[in-house]
């Protein structure tokens, strides 16, 4: 069962849903990819994965998802959304718990930018990360990464087009000594696996296992 939640933001608000688990021993901030929001099959499919294995999921829209724009919002606009979802979490819904952050796509590239730019979270996890445009491997975005000190988790498809599967490799294994790369056979940008017969939201629950392993092994290093 989720809850519909508002989050400030500017003059308005942002729309968010909270999965929230029985007996949670962290809470995990999920941003949405550039096409599809919060509400999306692959999210909720996944959010609620999450849920059910003791770790609370908050899911938001950035701005452009609600007012029904075809463009996500630019890097500065999404940064700030993050810090302000995060602050705002962290004084009214995670109770104390340790926060984590994870994004499709889009969203987990600019959650790290916000790390970056000062966020704080445990960790962070993404999901299917957007190393390049397709058939651009000349123009990566991973110059911020390597700084970054926070464990991260990438969770990559075999067949997504924004993931060159040698490349990858080679920038996760120069970031620090607590970031993980985990390929899942067959799976494009949205982790679908031509054939498989399973649903949107059986692809973003099946990535729940990995993600909840990964936070369990964080929370038990502190």
Same mark, same amino acid.
Request: glycine share 10%; proline share 5%.
């Given at each position: 069962?989720?809850?519909?939640?508002?989050?400030?933001?500017?003059?308005?608000? &942002?729309?968010?849903?909270?999965?929230?688990?029985?007996?949670?021993?962290?809470?995990?901030?999920?941003?949405?990819?550039?096409?599809?929001?919060?509400?999306?099959?692959?999210?909720?499919?996944?959010?609620?994965a999450?849920?059910?294995?003791?770790?609370?999921?908050?899911?938001?829209?950035?701005?452009?998802?609600?007012?029904?724009?075809?463009?996500?919002?630019?890097?500065?606009?999404?940064?700030?959304?993050?810090?302000?979802?995060?602050e705002?979490?962290?004084?009214?819904?995670?109770?104390?718990?340790?926060?984590?952050?994870?994004?499709?796509?889009?969203?987990?590239?600019?959650?790290?930018?916000?790390?970056?730019?000062?966020?704080?979270?445990?960790?962070?996890?993404?999901?299917?990360?957007?190393?390049?445009?397709?058939?651009?491997?000349?123009? &990566?975005?991973d110059?911020?990464l390597?700084?970054?000190?926070?464990?991260?988790?990438?969770?990559?498809?075999?067949?997504?087009?924004?993931?060159?599967?040698?490349?990858?490799?080679?920038?996760?294994?120069?970031?620090?000594?607590?970031?993980?790369?985990?390929?899942?056979?067959?799976?494009?940008?949205?982790?679908?696996?031509?054939?498989?017969?399973r649903?949107?939201?059986e692809?973003?629950?099946?990535?729940?296992?990995?993600?909840?392993?990964?936070?369990?092994?964080?929370?038990?290093?502190?």
């Open positions: 069962m989720n809850q519909e939640l508002n989050i400030p933001w500017d003059n308005g608000s &942002l729309t968010a849903l909270l999965d929230e688990a029985e007996h949670p021993s962290a809470f995990l901030i999920l941003a949405h990819g550039a096409g599809a929001g919060k509400d999306h099959d692959f999210m909720s499919g996944y959010a609620r999450i849920a059910q294995k003791g770790i609370s999921v908050l899911r938001f829209n950035f701005p452009s998802m609600d007012a029904g724009k075809k463009f996500p919002d630019r890097a500065p606009t999404a940064i700030a959304v993050w810090k302000q979802v995060r705002w979490a962290g004084a009214n819904l995670s109770g104390g718990l340790p926060v984590f952050a994870a994004g499709k796509s889009f969203g987990g590239r600019m959650a790290s930018m916000a790390v970056a730019d000062g966020l704080d979270t445990r960790s962070l996890i993404f999901l299917g990360y957007p190393l390049h445009a397709p058939k651009k491997e000349d123009k &990566l975005r110059e911020h390597y700084p970054l000190q926070v464990p991260m988790l990438f969770l990559e498809g075999t067949r997504d087009p924004f993931a060159n599967r040698e490349i990858m490799t080679q920038v996760v294994s120069g970031l620090n000594r607590d970031s993980e790369l985990l390929w899942f056979e067959g799976g494009d940008h949205s982790f679908k696996v031509a054939r498989s017969g649903t949107v939201s692809d973003g629950a099946g990535l729940a296992e990995a993600t909840a392993d990964f936070i369990r092994r964080r929370l038990s290093t502190h």
